[in-house]
């Protein structure tokens, strides 16, 4: 039952109420019933409402909160009307107030839920309509006509949807629709279109209408239905067919053979190259699996390997295939995996290396070679590191050895300062810089003391440079001509006592070559 009260002509005092378990009792006169009864944030509204009901000697009616008896807060319809003397003036009023809390509750819980509602189909980039076939009108939902990128419609007509269709889905649609209407057509019907913005973006739309009232001949007369934005999935599924493109390019046109497999070594996928390689059919290897062209691997080690192995990620093995005509082909297997319609595979670039291993064979061969020829040389051979402005022995030869009479301890990690003596090495950290300026080779004839004698040799240097233009190391070679200076002195002094005796004689004595040209005379025949 309502609340009962009783209130002075200017509300200020509160004469009598009687709360009926919704509101505290009050039997006498009390002034601080505005503040015991209405919560401090309506007070404004509720006052403002009391004076204009004075002033105007209406009714005041109003819906607002109020303090329960229990201290909570809970909502009431107040309406009072004012009591009048004989004069006109108010004398008092007289109310009645109803409990309405379960019914507000009720009422703000369904427009959250509806609010929940609208935010959700939003959210979701999804709309309701209801289409009616005879008045050709359509009902819907706020947020059904931004999905098609346009303001609100006054009114949504067929005519209005198929305008707001891409021009290259309008017959497509309009049949579609159409065959559901008419009698004996299926009930339900759904496709995907496209629409076009304002800002000349395409958007994609997916709609289901359902036929949920035929007229007595079968037509269709009330169509109801959702239409949903289906933008992001189509631009997905169109990124996904342009990567898998990509992929099968990539993969038939990689100049190396490419091989997918499943978990299982199960060929998914061979390009070209695969074929050509190992003399397969594409037809021929998709029946085969990993392990029957691979002959070092088996399925419980590799799939081992593969459990570890993560997207982004790959790892380089050498192995070897086996051709159909039985031959061994040695590889360089690179593997990646990814993951496809939710399963791990795998994706294996095996390279021809046999070109590589015969290489690198020649190479050793090589180097085989010249380590032959470095150590049995006798010519004196060196290399310098280039540290800053120092240099630094970083391998000599026996022959270096035998010439100097050092030792390797002597020798190997040690400055040049430390290693060839004054005067010569002025001479040798010159020549060193020289090279390094002018980027080729230098030569120099040289005479130094060593341990084994006074040495002379042909010293000729050559720099080595990284791809930054920085010289790193010196190559040096020692040509000992010691003996054969020895020898030349010796000539030249024999040559100067002949020169001399010749000169002395008493006789004429005169020396003639081949062609009669005489090439000697002494001082006798002048």
């Known amino acids: 039952s309502d609340v009962l009260y009783r209130m002075s002509p200017d509300w200020s005092t509160m004469f009598q109420l009687d709360g009926r378990g919704f509101l505290v009792d009050n039997e006498k006169p009390n002034s601080n019933w505005f503040h015991e009864y209405i919560h401090s944030k309506d007070q404004e509204r509720v006052l403002s409402v009391i004076k204009e009901a004075i002033r105007t000697k209406s009714i005041f009616e109003l819906e607002h909160p109020v303090l329960q008896v229990d201290g909570s807060l809970g909502w009431t319809f107040s309406r009072a009307v004012p009591l009048f003397d004989e004069l006109g003036d108010i004398i008092e009023w007289f109310g009645a107030a109803s409990n309405i809390t379960e019914r507000k509750r009720v009422s703000e819980a369904l427009e959250e839920s509806e609010q929940l509602l609208r935010l959700s189909s939003e959210l979701a980039q999804v709309a309701a309509w209801e289409y009616d076939v005879e008045t050709n009108s359509m009902t819907r939902s706020t947020s059904h006509d931004k999905l098609y990128g346009i303001m609100n419609q006054g009114k949504w007509e067929r005519e209005t949807f198929l305008n707001a269709t891409h021009p290259d889905d309008r017959e497509k649609s309009n049949d579609l629709i159409n065959k559901s209407l008419a009698a004996g057509g299926p009930d339900e019907y759904r496709f995907d279109f496209r629409v076009i913005y304002p800002d000349k973006s395409i958007h994609w739309l997916n709609v289901i209408g359902r036929i949920v009232r035929r007229n007595k001949e079968g037509a269709g007369k009330t169509v109801r239905g959702f239409i949903t934005d ?186 040049v300062d430390a290693v060839i003596p004054a005067p010569s090495r002025s001479i040798v950290l010159k020549n060193y810089q020289r090279a390094i300026a002018v980027k080729k080779s230098v030569q120099w004839e040289e005479t130094t003391e060593y341990p084994t004698g006074t040495k002379t040799g042909i010293v000729t240097i050559d720099p080595v440079f990284d791809d930054n233009g920085q010289c790193t190391m010196l190559v040096g070679a020692v040509h000992d001509i010691t003996d054969r200076k020895k020898a030349e002195m010796l000539i030249e002094e024999s040559e100067e006592k002949y020169r001399n005796l010749v000169e002395r004689a008493a006789d004429g004595i005169m020396q003639i070559n081949e062609q009669g040209k005489i090439i000697l005379a002494n001082g006798f025949l002048c």
């Open 230 to 415: 289906i933008t992001d999935r189509k631009m997905a599924e169109q990124g996904l067919r342009e990567s898998e493109e990509r992929f099968k390019a990539y993969v038939e046109q990689a100049a190396d053979p490419l091989f997918v497999h499943d978990y299982f070594g199960r060929f998914v996928e061979v390009n070209p190259q695969a074929c050509l390689s190992l003399g397969y059919t594409k037809e021929e290897l998709l029946r085969l699996n990993l392990f029957d062209v691979e002959i070092d691997f088996d399925l419980a080690s590799a799939q081992a390997a593969w459990s570890r192995f993560k997207p982004d990620e790959h790892f380089t093995l050498l192995g070897h295939q086996k051709r159909k005509d039985g031959t061994i082909l040695p590889v360089e297997a690179t593997f990646g995996c990814f993951d496809l319609k939710g399963e791990r595979h795998f994706i294996v670039q095996a390279r021809d290396i046999s070109e590589r291993i015969k290489t690198q064979e020649a190479i050793v061969a090589n180097e085989q070679k010249l380590k032959v020829i470095y150590n049995s040389s006798t010519d004196a051979i060196f290399l310098l590191a280039v540290e800053a402005s120092s240099y630094r022995f970083i391998s000599v030869n026996k022959g270096f050895l035998v010439a100097t009479g050092l030792t390797e301890e002597q020798i190997l990690d040690k400055y």
